[in-house]
C-alpha cells in the first residue's frame, strides 16, 4: 500500500493568512500546499459576481495605511516578509471618516491630527487624558503581550473619564475586529487602535480581488501547490501529532505541519468529535456576525452629499455592540462608500455598503420563503435607519442590491453560526493541543486584511521555518 504524498507544509483555507503564509514558507523552498473548499480564494475576504457585477466580501478598508517608505509598521513588515512592493497594492487613501452618536461626531482621517482636533473641538475636557491614552498605546508592544486578559475599556477609562468618549473609540475598533460583546481584548485594542486611527483606511485599485490575484500569482511562481475545491474533512493526527489531513474525497495527504484558518472550534471539529468535546468550551464561540447588504446607485453617494468613506454610527443612548435579540440592531452599524477612496481605477456605479449586528441562531431558524422574505424585511428597517445618516434613500437610487446573512457567511467559510471575528478567546501563540498542527488568521488574534497576512507569515516563520530563516 502506497503511502500519501507528504508536504512539509499543508494550509487549510485560501484566505489572506493562509496565501501569505504559503508566500513566505514557498519563499524557503518549502513544499507547500494550500487547500481551498470552494471555488473562489480569499475567505472572509473575498468576491463575487451578480448581474455582471464585481462585488468585495469583507473588504471595507485596508487598515494600517502607511505613506511610501515609512518603516516599522506593519504594512512595511509585511512587505518586506513577502517580497511586495508598495506600488504592488495601488493603494487609494479614504476621504474621510466618522463616528456619529447622538449629538456629536467625530471625523478622522489617514492624518492623525484630524482626529486630535476633533477630540479638543468635542470633548475639550478629555485632550488631556486622551493624549495620555495615545502615549500609553504608542509604548505598549501588542505583538508581545504580557497579559492578554486585560480589557480595552477598562484601559481606556483609566485615561479617559468621559464614557461618551470611550465607546465613541471602542466603536469602530468593535465593529472592525471584536469577538467580545461590548469590549475588545487591550492587546487587539491598541492593534485595532493603532490600525484604524492612527494609521488609517486605504482600498487597492479594483477592490480586493487585484490584492488576491497578486498574492496567488506570487505564491504559485515560488512554486506554491493551490488545490480549490478540496475541502478538509479531518484533520488526521495520532498520539498527540497531527500527521496531515484527509480530503473530503477520501484522500489523505501527509505533512509534517499543518496551519489552520479554519478556527479555533472549527479546527477541533476537523480534529474529532472527542478533540471538541475536550477543548472547545461553550462560553468561547463566538456569538456576534453581521448581516450587509450592498446597493448600486445610478449616481456617486459625493453627488448626493454622502462624502464620508466609513461611517460608525450609534443612535441608542448607549452603544450596544452584542448580539442582538431579534434579527438584527439597526440602533448602530456601518456605512462604507467605497466610492470616496481615491483610486487610479474610480468604480463606474456609486456604492453603499450598510452592515448591521445580527442573531445568527435566529437566522438559523428560518427557512426557504421565510428567509427570503426575513431579508427583505431587515434591509428594509437598515436602509430606514441608514437614511437618516445617508441624507438619502439608497433605494430612490438602486439599480441593484443583495444582501448577505450569518448563514451566508457559514456557508462560505465554515465559521460556526457565521462568526466573523471567531472565538472570543484568542490563541495569540496559535498552539493547539496537536503537536504540528497550529493556528493563523482571525483565531490566532490578528484581524483585518493586513492582520491576517502578518498572522500567517508570523506563524509561518515561527513554526514552520528554521531559526536561521525567520
Not at 379 to 391: K, V, Y
Not at 430 to 435: D, V
Amino acid at each position: 500500500m502506497s503511502s500519501p504524498p507528504t508536504f512539509d507544509t499543508i494550509i487549510i483555507g485560501a484566505g489572506m493568512s493562509g496565501l501569505a503564509a504559503g508566500i513566505r514558507l514557498a519563499q524557503f523552498d518549502q513544499r507547500v500546499l494550500i487547500l481551498e473548499k470552494h471555488y473562489l480564494w480569499g475567505g472572509l475576504n473575498s468576491f463575487f459576481k451578480r448581474a455582471g457585477r464585481r462585488f468585495d466580501v469583507g473588504l471595507h478598508a485596508l487598515t494600517n495605511w502607511v505613506p511610501k517608505g515609512t518603516r516599522g509598521t506593519p504594512l512595511s513588515k509585511l512587505l518586506r516578509q513577502l517580497r511586495l512592493g508598495y506600488d504592488d497594492l495601488k493603494l487609494g487613501q479614504q476621504s474621510f471618516s466618522e463616528v456619529r452618536f447622538p449629538g456629536v461626531k467625530l471625523a478622522f482621517s489617514n492624518d492623525f491630527e484630524l482626529l486630535r482636533s476633533e477630540i479638543a473641538r468635542a470633548f475639550p475636557d478629555q485632550v488631556e487624558g486622551f493624549e495620555s491614552l495615545v502615549r500609553r498605546i504608542d509604548a505598549y508592544d501588542a505583538f508581545r503581550p504580557s497579559d492578554t486578559s486585560l480589557s480595552a475599556r477598562s484601559q481606556l477609562s483609566q485615561s479617559i473619564s468621559d464614557p461618551q468618549l470611550v465607546d465613541m473609540l471602542l466603536c469602530p475598533l468593535l465593529f472592525y475586529g471584536s469577538a467580545r460583546e461590548d469590549d475588545v481584548d487591550w492587546y487587539q485594542g491598541v492593534i485595532l487602535f493603532k490600525s484604524i486611527l492612527q494609521e488609517g483606511f486605504a482600498r487597492p485599485a479594483g477592490g480586493i480581488k487585484p490584492l488576491l490575484d497578486l498574492l496567488v500569482a506570487r505564491y504559485r511562481d515560488l512554486g506554491g501547490e493551490l488545490r480549490m475545491r478540496s475541502g478538509v474533512k479531518e484533520i488526521v493526527h495520532e498520539d498527540g501529532r497531527c500527521l496531515g489531513v484527509r480530503l473530503e474525497d477520501g484522500q489523505e495527504l501527509a505533512a509534517q505541519k499543518v496551519l489552520s484558518s479554519a478556527g479555533w472550534a472549527e479546527s477541533m471539529r476537523l480534529a474529532g468529535d472527542d478533540m471538541y468535546a475536550r477543548h472547545v468550551r461553550p462560553e468561547e464561540l463566538g456569538t456576534l456576525s453581521f448581516v450587509e447588504s450592498i446597493h448600486v446607485l445610478d449616481r456617486e453617494p459625493a453627488d448626493l452629499g454622502f462624502g464620508a468613506t466609513i461611517q460608525f454610527f450609534n443612535d441608542a443612548p448607549e452603544f450596544r455592540y452584542r448580539r442582538p435579540a431579534g434579527l438584527v440592531d439597526t440602533q448602530s452599524g456601518v456605512l462604507c462608500c467605497p466610492n470616496n477612496y481615491a483610486s487610479e481605477e474610480p468604480l463606474r456605479e456609486g456604492i453603499i455598503r450598510t452592515t448591521s449586528l445580527a442573531n445568527p441562531v435566529a437566522w438559523r431558524e428560518l427557512v426557504g420563503d421565510a428567509y427570503e422574505a426575513a431579508k427583505e424585511e431587515v434591509q428594509t428597517s437598515i436602509l430606514a435607519r441608514a437614511q437618516e445618516h445617508l441624507g438619502f434613500h439608497p433605494r430612490d437610487y438602486s439599480v441593484f442590491s443583495d444582501c448577505f446573512t450569518p448563514r451566508t457567511v457559514e456557508r462560505f467559510t465554515g465559521r460556526i453560526d457565521g462568526a466573523v471575528y471567531g472565538a472570543s478567546t484568542k490563541r495569540f501563540d496559535g498552539k493547539t493541543p496537536l503537536q504540528n498542527l497550529h493556528l493563523i488568521g482571525t483565531d490566532q488574534g490578528l484581524l483585518g486584511v493586513t492582520g491576517a497576512m502578518l498572522s500567517g507569515v508570523s506563524m509561518a516563520n515561527r513554526y514552520c521555518l528554521k531559526p536561521s530563516l525567520r
